[in-house]
C-alpha cells in the first residue's frame, strides 16, 4: 500500500468520527488521550490564538515570523480549505504524507485505548492529538495553535502557552458558546492562563469587559491593542498595504503587508507582538526580518483576489463580525463603480445577518449552495436575501458554479466602465470551492 493510500484510510478513518460541527464540550478525552502519549502538547513551547475572527491569518502571520527569524515551527489551524493536511504544518509546509502516516500508525493504538477509556474522540480531538504527536516529533522549536471551537472547552486547551492571543469576538456558535457576546468572551477567556502573556486584540465592551477580569483574575498584565500597541499608520499600497505598527519595543516601519483590510494590519500587530512577547519582549526585533517575514504573509479565502478582468474576490466571511471586515475593506479599498456579490452560507450561521451586513457594499446578489449538507437550502436563502436586498437585486443559482457565471454575466454588462467586480463569500466551503473553480488548490 503507497502512502498516499495509507492517508486516504486514515482520513476516512477520522471522518467516521463526530464532525467538528457536533461539539460535548469537556477535555477528558484529549486529555486522557495525550497522557498516553506522555503529553506530546507539553514537549515544545506554544502561542495559543483564540477569537472569533482573524485567528487563522494571525496564527500564520505568527508562524511566518517565527520561521522567519530561524525557528522550526509547527502550526495547527482550522478549518482547512483544501486537504486535511493544510491544519497540520512543519515549517510553514503541510506535513508530508509520509510523515502523517508514520504518526499516526504509531499513535492509533493509543486513540484506541483512549476511546475505550473515556468515550470515542471526535475528529477534531483526533486531529490535534495528531498535531501535538507530530510536532514532538519533529521536533519543533516552537507550535502556533489555533483554537478550533470557543476556548475554554476546545480540544487545543490541554496546551501551557508561553503566549495566549485573542483576536477580536463577535457572534458566532450561539448554540455552544452563549447567547451573547459577555457568554462567547467567557468561553474564549477560557485559554488564558498563568504565566502565558495575553495579547488582546481591540473589543467590543462587553468582552474586553470579560478579558480584563480573566487576567486580574489570573494575575496578568494585559497587552492591548489601542494602549500596549497598535497599528501607528497604516497606508493602501498595490496588493495590500503599508504599515507602521507599535510593538513592545518601539515602532517597526515600513512593513509591507500583502493583504487587504484594516482587520488585516490589526491582525499584523497582534502577530508582531505575540512574537515580541515569545522572545521575552526584552528589546526590538530585527526591522528587516520583520519586514521580510510579512512579506511573505499569505492568507488564502480572506479577501483573497483569485482573478483580474473583472476582479473575482473570494472571502471566507461566515457571520456577520466577518462580513463587517469585509465591507470595510471593499468599500475602503477596492473602486468598483459594480459589485456583484455570490453567497452561500450554511444554514446554522446568522444567514440574514451576513447579508444585512453585505448589502450596503452590493449593487447585486446571486445566492447559491456550496457542496455541505449544512448549507442553507436555495429557498430559503433567496427568500431571506429578497427580504434584505429586494427582489430586483436578488438572483439564484443552484450550484456555486452557475452562481459564479451568472455574477460574471451580470459583471460583463459593466466591462464597458471597467468597473466591475464579484465578491464571492459565505463560507470557508464557500471560499475553498470557488478557489478551485479559479484553478486554485493549494493553501
Known amino acids: 500500500m503507497t502512502p498516499d493510500d495509507r492517508l486516504a484510510e486514515i482520513l476516512q478513518e477520522l471522518r467516521t468520527r463526530n464532525p467538528e460541527n457536533r461539539i460535548d464540550p469537556t477535555l477528558e478525552r484529549i486529555a486522557t488521550a495525550c497522557a498516553l502519549l506522555g503529553d506530546p502538547q507539553l514537549a515544545v513551547p506554544v502561542i495559543h490564538v483564540a477569537g472569533t475572527n482573524g485567528k487563522t491569518t494571525t496564527s ?50 493509543i486513540l484506541a485505548l483512549a476511546d475505550e477509556r473515556v468515550g470515542r474522540l471526535s475528529y477534531f480531538e483526533a486531529l490535534t492529538v495528531l498535531g501535538f504527536a507530530v510536532f514532538a516529533d519533529a521536533p519543533v522549536d516552537v507550535a502556533v495553535i489555533e483554537v478550533g471551537l470557543g476556548g475554554e472547552f476546545d480540544a487545543s486547551n490541554i496546551v501551557q502557552p508561553a503566549v495566549t492571543v485573542i483576536t477580536p469576538i463577535g457572534m458566532d456558535h450561539m448554540d455552544y458558546l452563549g447567547p451573547d457576546l459577555t457568554s462567547i468572551a467567557r468561553a474564549k477567556a477560557g485559554i488564558l492562563k498563568p504565566d502565558a502573556v495575553p495579547v488582546l486584540a481591540r473589543q467590543q465592551l462587553a468582552a474586553a469587559e470579560v478579558l480584563a477580569a480573566r487576567c486580574a483574575a489570573l494575575g496578568l498584565p494585559m497587552v492591548r491593542e489601542g494602549l500596549e500597541f497598535g497599528v501607528l499608520e497604516r497606508q493602501l499600497a498595490v496588493g495590500g498595504q503599508m504599515l507602521t505598527i507599535q510593538g513592545l519595543a518601539g515602532a517597526y516601519t515600513d512593513i509591507v503587508l500583502p493583504l487587504h483590510g484594516e482587520h488585516q494590519a490589526s491582525n499584523a500587530a497582534a502577530a508582531l507582538v505575540a512574537v515580541e512577547a515569545f522572545f521575552g519582549g526584552a528589546g526590538h526585533l530585527d526591522d528587516e526580518i520583520v519586514r521580510g517575514g510579512f512579506l511573505n504573509v499569505t492568507s488564502p479565502g480572506r479577501c483573497e483576489v483569485v482573478r483580474r478582468n473583472p476582479t473575482v474576490i473570494v472571502d471566507a466571511a461566515h ?30 450561521k446568522d444567514v440574514a445577518g451576513v447579508l444585512g451586513t453585505l448589502e450596503p457594499v452590493l449593487d447585486e446578489v446571486v445566492v447559491t449552495r456550496n457542496s455541505s449538507p449544512r448549507a442553507s437550502e436555495l429557498a430559503d436563502i433567496t427568500a431571506i436575501a429578497v427580504d434584505v436586498f429586494g427582489e430586483d437585486r436578488v438572483h439564484a443559482a443552484g450550484t456555486l458554479a452557475e452562481a459564479v457565471d451568472l455574477a460574471t454575466g451580470i459583471v460583463d454588462r459593466y466591462a464597458e466602465d471597467g468597473g466591475g467586480g464579484i465578491v464571492i463569500t459565505g463560507s470557508v466551503v464557500t471560499a475553498a470551492e470557488a478557489r478551485a473553480l479559479f484553478g486554485r488548490t493549494n493553501a
Open 60 to 109: 500564520r502571520m505568527i508562524e511566518t515570523l517565527l520561521r522567519e527569524f530561524g525557528l522550526r515551527t509547527g502550526l495547527m489551524t482550522s478549518p482547512h480549505l483544501h486537504d486535511e493536511r493544510e491544519r497540520i504544518r512543519l515549517d510553514g509546509e503541510p506535513v508530508e504524507v509520509e510523515r502523517l502516516v508514520e504518526v499516526y500508525d504509531d499513535i492509533a493504538s
Open 319 to 348: 457571520n456577520p463580525h466577518g462580513a463587517e471586515a469585509l465591507a470595510r475593506t471593499l468599500e475602503s479599498e477596492f473602486d468598483f463603480r459594480h459589485l456583484t456579490g455570490v453567497v452561500a452560507v450554511l444554514a446554522d
